[in-house]
């Protein structure tokens, strides 16, 4: 009787260990030095674009808060603020991936 590890090897004959071991659909396992260095930069560009946008964004939000002596006022000025926020990470992150695929075309 076969063991339960003999069918894993068995399909995973002839294929290379980054296939294997792949994970989908976030890059391709055989990249050149060049585009691992252009997804490297955008991930990088991704984490701290991300970051500074949060903290100045919480930061305004927190001032335009304080700055605000009425509840309402405060919830009038502060929830459109909240409210944007998605918007703006999401269009900076499509930024960042429009200007990673231009990057990846030129050669």
């Known amino acids: 009787m076969p063991g339960p590890d003999s069918t894993i090897e068995a399909g995973s004959r002839g294929r290379s260990v980054g296939a294997r071991l792949a994970v989908p659909h976030t890059f391709k396992p055989e990249l050149s030095f060049g585009e691992a260095l252009l997804a490297i930069s955008a991930a990088l560009a991704r984490i701290f674009g991300g970051c500074l946008l949060f903290a100045l964004w919480g930061g305004l939000c927190a001032w335009a808060w304080g700055a605000i002596a009425s509840h309402f006022w ?5 929830l459109p603020l909240a409210l944007m926020f998605p ?21």
């Open 74 to 78: 405060r919830l009038v000025a502060v």
């Open 87 to 107: 918007a703006v990470l999401a269009g900076l992150m499509t930024t960042i991936s429009a200007i990673q695929r231009r990057a990846g075309h030129v050669r």
